[in-house]
């Protein structure tokens, strides 16, 4: 089984986490402070994900970040905070983490991207696991740096842009729903709100058709393309 380490002070927060991972298949193992959380792992050298919370009662999670980094730089990590600035994230990702996500947070999203942090540590390329980079026809996307690039020409995502081009990549010519795309990237049951899909898609196809040097909105998008009354497809 899959083993995950919930390092999180706060009782409440960490049954939460624990009860949806053990329904999602995940084998979890608890810490409560930065010490617990480093004995965890040396009593369990198959941990491959650690879920770190930043605030803790003997250090902060950047911190134990860096030293589990230090020893191990496979490992997935995601940093879990009720605090939601760039510069929280930029401390983050410098600290050597993978994903960052804000409390409070829906449980599908979290599984989600534990199974994107598994699928990549058992991916069959090394490169891959080492810099989280997937790739689908012109499109080559790293979902740790969330740089997507396209014939030599690269552009920085937003956390929902690189979680809908990682899910389009995945599904390569398939139309998803607009539900389904709810559910996979904002990790709810909020069907009735699907203008943010259509939002979101806008942003990412300007930013990929700058990449192409099309600044004209009023043009057929090649890549990401309507399925109209239902939702999207990627086009290769």
């Known amino acids: 089984m899959k083993k995950v380490l919930v390092l999180e002070d706060e009782t409440s927060i960490r049954s939460f986490v624990v009860i949806n991972l053990n ?36 250090t902060d999670g950047f911190e ?20 939601a600035t760039e510069l929280d994230e930029l401390s983050g990702r410098s600290a050597g983490a993978d994903q960052y996500v804000t409390k409070p947070f829906s449980p599908p999203v979290l599984t989600t991207i534990i199974d994107r942090l598994f699928k990549r540590i058992g ?5 891959e696991i080492v810099t989280g980079e997937i790739s689908q026809g ?11 690039e396209k014939d030599g020409v690269r552009t920085r995502l937003t956390p929902k842009e ?27 049951d909020d069907y009735g709100d ?12 300007t930013k990929i058709d700058r990449m192409d040097n099309i600044e004209d909105d009023s043009v057929t998008h090649k890549y990401i393309i309507n399925e109209w009354g239902y939702g999207y497809r990627l086009g290769l």
């Open 194 to 205: 699907e203008k943010k899909v259509d939002v979101h898609i806008k942003r990412l196809r």
């Open 138 to 148: 012109p499109f080559k996307l790293n979902t740790i740096t969330r740089i997507l």
């Open 123 to 127: 991916a069959d390329d090394p490169a």
């Open 64 to 83: 134990v970040c860096r030293k589990i980094r230090t020893v191990d730089q496979d490992i997935g990590i995601v940093m879990l905070t009720a605090r």
């Open 23 to 58: 329904r999602a298949g995940y084998e979890v193992i608890e810490a409560g402070t930065g010490a617990e959380a480093f004995e965890q792992l040396r009593l369990h050298p198959d941990i491959k994900v650690a879920i770190l919370d930043i605030m803790l009662p003997d």
């Open 162 to 188: 690189c979680m809908l081009m990682e899910m389009f990549m995945d599904n390569p010519g398939k139309a998803l729903s607009r539900e389904y795309i709810i559910k996979k990237v904002w990790g709810c």
